[in-house]
């Protein structure tokens, strides 16, 4: 199965949405604006590993009764602390796997949102299926509901026969009227994927609900976990709150940090860079009492490990347990879909034989009336199954798929 699944359906304009919603849909953006977010906190962190280097300067002057007095003082001062124990460094590590772990939301959001795209993409296409359906089936439903007002002329039915059949022609009008709603408010929702006005106007897809394609490979569970991107990222944050813990730990040791100062100070401006005065300082802090501060830190910190291993390990089994739940549930479509076929198959033979039965005085028209209605219910049935077998097969994709490769540059 290729990264970019959605390809399997051979269908160009579907292809041109799903990159368009990757570029344009908010909800991506702002997962792309967070790891920007993360990236820049590993940036700062890492400088804390760098010196610190400040300059000043400061003038100073002052009136006596015989002379004034003016003095410019210049100054540089930098700090660093060695990193004894290795809490900096795991504070680093913990920003870089949180950082991580926001570049797999980032494609877990880039391959859910194509999954929704397609998902609305062959909803919509449905619906408007549904729709040439319904309007065929007023088409019938008026045909022979004029053929009952000319025999009912005629006196050879009853009136409630026709009064049935009007109020079958009305039921499927209502119908129709629900097929457009459902049509028109798909619409909205796919342009709002696609990061635009709900408005806007959609070409119809020129198509049939597609067949499936075969079914992909699951390969071996470790091959669903190193694929899949929200199992990679429980696993990163794992990783973080290890890193956490030990940065906790490590700080209740003693710090050590070195400065060092230059500064130059002189009442001439022509010998201020002449006379510099140069220091060197190591501090050692060691906590001696605060209050189990550092204590309840490392027992946070211990908790939130254990918290995101018990999450890792409820990802990995929803995984599995996803891609386990497509393959039956589109197995018992299939088999659900070749019923209603048969069905439809049957209904078909049995309303033209009761309506020719009626029509020669044989049978009563409430079963011709059931029997028609029955058909043309099971025929929406069908048509739905069929996109509901569609919509499982999307879901396996997705349970299935790893992070693609994604066009890592967006507005702002």
Known sequence: MPDRWWTVFQADRLNGLVSQALQSNFDV????QRLRQARAVVDRASAALLPDLEASARGEASRKESNDDERLRL???SSYEVDLWGRIDSSIEAERYRARASRFDYQTAALSLSAEVVRTWFQRLEAGKQLELLTAQLNTNR???SLLQARFKNGQIRSA?????KQLLESTRERKLAAEEQLRLLEHQLNVLLGRPPHKDIKPPEMDLPALPPLPQTGLPIELIRRRPDVQAAHARLQAADRDLAAAISDRYPRLTLTASL?????????L???????????LLAPLFDAGQRAAEVDRSRALKQQ???EYGQAVLTAFREVEDSLMQEKKQSLRINSLASQVRLAERTSKQLLFEYLYGLGTFIDVLTALSEEQELRRQLLSARLRRLELRIGLYRALAGGFQTVEKQPG
């Open 161 to 165: 026969d026709v009064l049935r059949q």
């Open 143 to 145: 045909k022979i509901l």
């Open 273 to 283: 860079f002449q006379n510099w005065a140069r220091s060197v300082a190591g501090d």
């Open 75 to 77: 100054g540089l001062t």
């Open 308 to 310: 995101r291993l018990y």
């Open 29 to 32: 953006q702002t997962a792309w």
């Open 263 to 271: 500064s130059s100070t002189d009442d001439a401006s022509g010998e």
